[in-house]
């Protein structure tokens, strides 16, 4: 019941800000500008299919035992990310219109009705123009393949033996949307290509129910690395039966890390390789919760270690604990400019390797996927390849 509610209230609020929005939009482009008919007819009804198309694609494959097509997906997503878009885009003329009018009452500045219309018919064509532009740039990044990313890390305890070691890391696929496994075909032969020493999946994996998509995730038994194949949850294994899918993955292959420690290496070259749940699945799911102490007890000091956290607010537990490096995503570099610069209102870091505190490194992935919108823009998606080196060889 908790979970239902949770959902009705999300999805209220969602639809809500959306509902606002086109209203706002259909003022700016259909009303002020005064449009005639037909032509407000027919944008009054354009506008208003489009506010529904995501509410209706969303509410059917709710009620969907399988998986719609992506396609069906791509207009109504695009189309959301287009509205944000065209939103600011008719917003920013509206933060100057308080001082100018302030402006021409003190100097008692007439403008003529025609003129006033005109300027408004102006704007709102520039700001659809400009929105089309910004949208088809934005498509197009984040349809491409995502670029291979060669990070290189200096770890203190590193053995000397594993110098060079390659971890490859991948997140935030986002599989069940509009991206298939066309998709992780393709990601799968990109990082075998690399040849990694071990594979670290962290998180957001799949947005869907393992009924509708584990078909599709069938690529990933293919992913070979000498030292395994890992993976922990994120906020969306949540929201699509984390329970259900542990078995599926662990049937390919994947070994989930549950607040839980493994030690790799030959003898004299050991290493812990180190897995949490989310940061937020206490609140989630029963029996789950991110608890980096569990996964450090018992560690032996002398190993170097290297934590698989989906969100780097982990950082400051690892940081804590003298966890050597910390692989997350979640963030998606903020995917979409200007969310970029909301992230830090909840997250630490928004992309890239950072060093936090005297010794614990934290690298967060771009995703090697997306949510939502297939658009990016400032951003790009990533393959990473985290090649590690000994300190005395930096």
Known sequence: MTKILHFVLVASVAFSVLTLM???????????????????????AGILSLSLSLPAVIFIDRLSSSRLPPAVFYAPYIW?????????????????????????????????????????RSLAGLATVSTVGLSALSVNAAMGPASVKNVRVTLNRWPALLKGYRIVQITDLHIGLTLDGEFVRSVVERVNKQKPDLVAITGDLVDGTPEQLKGELLALADLDAPDGVYFVTG????????????????????????????????????????????????????????????AVEGQNKDHESILLAHQPRSIFDAADRDIGLVLSGHTHGGQIWPWN??????????????????????????????????????????????????????
Do not use: C
């Not at 482009?29 to 032509?39: F, Y």
């Not at 008719?90 to 025609?114: A, N």
């Not at 771009?366 to 990533?382: K, V």
């Open 22 to 44: 086109h209203y706002y939009i259909w003022n700016q482009l259909v009303k002020s500008t005064n449009l005639p008919q037909p032509w407000r007819r027919l944008a009054t």
């Open 80 to 120: 959301m990310g287009t509205l944000f878009f065209l939103f600011l885009m008719l917003l920013v003329p509206q933060l100057f219109r308080g001082p100018l009018r302030l402006y021409r009452k003190h100097r008692k500045i007439e403008i003529d009705p025609g003129r006033r219309m005109f300027l408004s």
């Open 235 to 294: 906020n969306h294994e949540y929201y699509s039966g984390v329970e259900a899918w542990m078995p599926v993955l662990r049937d390919m292959g994947i070994r989930v890390l549950r607040n839980e420690r493994v030690t790799l290496g030959p003898q004299g070259a050991r290493w812990d390789l180190m897995g949490v749940d989310d940061y937020n699945a206490a609140g989630m799911a029963p029996g789950h919760g991110s608890d980096v102490a569990s």
């Open 341 to 394: 610069h909301l992230v830090y209102l909840q997250q630490p870091y928004l992309k890239g390797l950072h060093l936090h505190g005297p010794r614990t490194q934290i690298y967060i992935s771009e995703g090697t996927g997306y949510w939502g919108p297939p658009m990016r823009l400032g951003t790009s998606q990533e393959i990473t390849v985290i090649e590690i080196h000994p300190k005395a060889d930096s």
